[in-house]
Structures are given as structure tokens and as C-alpha cells.
């Protein structure tokens, strides 16, 4: 079975057209730039935290895979992102890339951030979107589609070991991502063909994501808590170790 296509069960020995399909170019796009994003992270450490090659790449896959694993777990199926070579070789590429270009890549701070809003936008698309085909409400559909868009960034920051970002950072990442599977699942229910819907949903999360970091939006408990960890690491709070 192809990568991203759900099929019903036969009857009268015929097999239906698929109900669900994801385009592997589509899905591989976000694969690599989530790839990408995760190496951009993965090589700003230094000292102890620094990270060889392997480490570097493994974070890329753990960012490029995590959101599509999430999502075919929550939904009982098959892992996508094994069903073909494709994407840990994309994921892997992509984060070799993502690390030979850090330098020059850092400095072009705008397109980083527009890169990490598609890719949330992205991942959150699809996640929606298959649940919707799954048959499942609308509610826990966006539901899927949040997990999905911020799996890769969870799994990463539980792998290196860090507060998880959606939870101190802010900047409106879930609120992003829930904004535009909301807009995704609302427009397929009314009837909007479910590419644009999600193409609208896309849309969506990645002008809330761009729109928080310009203009550092975050809810207030993720600002009180961001405030309250650059003082302690700035050392205008003491660190309690328990």
C-alpha cells in the first residue's frame, strides 16, 4: 500500500477508490524541512550539549518523523513513515544539509521562522486531514492535527533532554496549530473540497506563527514562565535543584 492512502474494505471482490491520500512530494516536503529545522537546533549547542554528526542527524529524523509517527499512533495506523525509504532518507539529507548550512542560515533569521510556521502548518494538514478521512469528529480530528504538528518538537526536546518548547517557550506554537486545524476541520464540514481546507488551514497556522515572533505574542502563563527561566539562567533568580 502506498505511503498515505487509506483504503475501505472490499465488497463484491471490487476495492473502492482510496478515501484519504497524502502526496509523498507533499509529505516528504515536510520530512525534509522538519529535518532541516531540527539540525538548525540540534547545532547551535555547545559544550557538553554539542552533538557529533550522528547526533546531529538523529534529531533531524526524530523532527522530520516525529509528527507523522504521532499522528499514525493516536490513530491506530500503519506508520507512513516507514512504508517507504524515502523519508529517513529524506530526513536524514535533510538534516546533513541543515547542519553544513547553519552558519549562513542563522543569519537569515526570517526565513528560518517562516520554514518552522509551514512546517507546523504542514504536519498539522495532515494530521487533520487523515483523521477527517478516518471518520473521526471534529474535535478530537484537530486534536490529532496539534499532536501532529508539535510531535517533532516534543520528541526532540524529550530526546536532548529540555523542558518541552510548546510548554515554556510560547510564542502561540499549539495555538497556531489548533487555529489552523480548527479552520481546516470547520471548512471540510461545510463543505470546502479537503485540499483547500487544508491549504486554508496552512495558511492559517503559518500567519499566527509568524505574526507571534514578530510581534513576541505569547499567552501569559508562557510569558510569566519565560520570564522566570532567563532569570534564572541570567541569575536574577537562584536555580533551586531539588
Same mark, same amino acid.
Given at each position: 500500500m502506498r505511503p498515505g492512502i487509506l483504503r475501505p474494505s472490499t465488497q463484491n471482490g471490487c476495492v473502492d477508490a482510496p478515501l484519504f491520500f497524502i502526496p509523498l512530494w507533499a509529505d516528504l516536503t515536510a520530512v525534509g524541512l522538519g529535518g532541516i529545522q531540527g539540525a538548525l537546533f540540534a547545532s547551535g549547542f555547545r559544550?557538553?550539549?554539542?552533538?557529533?554528526?550522528?547526533?546531529?542527524?538523529?534529531?533531524?529524523?526524530v523532527m522530520g518523523m516525529g509528527g507523522g509517527i504521532i499522528r499514525d499512533m493516536l490513530l491506530d495506523q500503519p506508520l507512513s513513515t516507514l512504508q517507504s525509504d524515502w523519508y529517513l532518507v529524506t530526513a536524514i539529507g535533510a538534516a546533513l544539509v541543515g547542519m553544513l548550512l547553519a552558519a549562513p542560515l542563522r543569519r537569515l533569521?526570517?526565513?528560518?521562522?517562516?520554514?518552522?510556521?509551514i512546517v507546523i502548518g504542514m504536519f498539522g494538514?495532515?494530521?487533520?486531514?487523515k483523521a477527517l478521512a478516518l471518520g473521526l469528529p471534529?474535535?478530537?480530528?484537530?486534536? &490529532?492535527?496539534?499532536?501532529? *504538528? =508539535?510531535?517533532? /518538537? !516534543?520528541l526532540r526536546d524529550v530526546f536532548m533532554g529540555l523542558p518541552v518548547a510548546i510548554m515554556h517557550v510560547g510564542s502561540?506554537?499549539?495555538?497556531?496549530a489548533a487555529a489552523g486545524c480548527l479552520v481546516l476541520a470547520v471548512s471540510n464540514a461545510?463543505? &470546502?473540497?479537503?485540499?483547500? *481546507? =487544508?491549504?486554508? /488551514? !496552512?495558511v492559517v497556522t503559518a500567519v499566527i506563527r509568524v505574526l507571534a515572533v514578530v510581534f513576541d505574542l505569547s499567552l501569559p502563563?508562557?510569558?510569566m514562565l519565560y520570564r522566570r527561566k532567563v532569570a534564572a539562567e541570567t541569575g536574577a533568580l537562584p536555580i533551586v535543584k531539588p
Open positions: 559544550g557538553q550539549r554539542r552533538l557529533d554528526l550522528l547526533g546531529v542527524a538523529i534529531i533531524g529524523v533569521n526570517g526565513l528560518i521562522v517562516g520554514l518552522d510556521a494538514a495532515f494530521g487533520t486531514s471534529l474535535i478530537p480530528a484537530v486534536f &490529532v492535527g496539534v499532536c501532529a *504538528a =508539535a510531535g517533532g /518538537g !516534543i502561540l506554537y499549539a495555538i497556531a461545510i463543505g &470546502v473540497p479537503l485540499v483547500w *481546507a =487544508a491549504v486554508a /488551514g !496552512i502563563e508562557q510569558r
